[in-house]
């Protein structure tokens, strides 16, 4: 046993010439960018982020309500979102998007809106640019994460293109065929 730590001892000492430790960093400058506290973040004065959004509109089936397709009826929105934090527990904070609503009526005997002349199929189509602003309190713990939060807000929502679009059966006379055909209707009137 103790050949084995002399023997230890003399090879710990033949290497510790080529042994290598840390480099002293004292005697370095340090630059200021190191100690700088990031502007820009999920958690820092300033964050700018995309949206991106897809919807299923799933009707509830009340008198006042226009009858759709559940699950054919979607919303496609894309948008950018920003925040400006104030304080640990508040931020404020805009928003811009686009949002492109499909709606596909349901066709029966019942139907009234926009009119009661029954389709092969109907969609109300809907382009939209929206604006919203918001604020945001914080609680919990934070990091550099967007963490626990509660928005209000409000919202604007400009109908810049309304479009009635429907297709039908048209029988050919000629070749005695039925041929399918899709009309548009472009006019804020058909709201």
């Known amino acids: 046993m103790i050949r084995k730590v002399i023997i230890l001892l003399i090879a710990s000492m033949f290497f510790s010439e080529y042994a290598v430790s840390q480099t002293v960093i004292l005697h370095e400058k340090i630059s200021d960018y190191d100690f700088d506290v990031p502007k820009r973040g999920p958690n820092f ?6 949206c991106i959004g897809y919807e299923f509109y799933i009707p509830e089936s009340k008198k006042n309500e226009v009858p759709i397709i559940a699950g054919m009826s979607t919303a496609f929105s894309v948008g950018v979102r920003y925040k400006y934090k104030i ?3 508040f931020a404020i904070g805009a928003g811009l998007n686009y949002t492109n609503d499909i ?4 066709q029966d005997n ?5 009119n ?10 809907l382009n939209n640019l929206c604006s919203n602003a918001f604020m945001r309190f914080n609680f919990g713990k934070r990091g ?6 509660i928005d209000l807000g409000a919202y604007f929502s400009w109908i810049f293109n309304a479009k009635l ?17 899709w009309q548009a209707q472009s006019s804020p009137s058909c709201l």
């Open 116 to 125: 009661t002349v029954t389709h092969k199929r109907e969609k109300l189509r």
């Open 45 to 50: 004065r300033h964050f700018t982020h995309l």
């Open 110 to 114: 019942n139907k009234i809106f926009p």
């Open 103 to 106: 709606f596909t009526i349901k």
């Open 165 to 181: 679009v429907y297709k039908d059966n048209i029988k050919n006379q000629k070749a005695n065929s039925n041929h399918c055909q």
């Open 144 to 149: 550099n994460i967007v963490g626990r939060f």
């Open 87 to 89: 304080s640990n527990f």
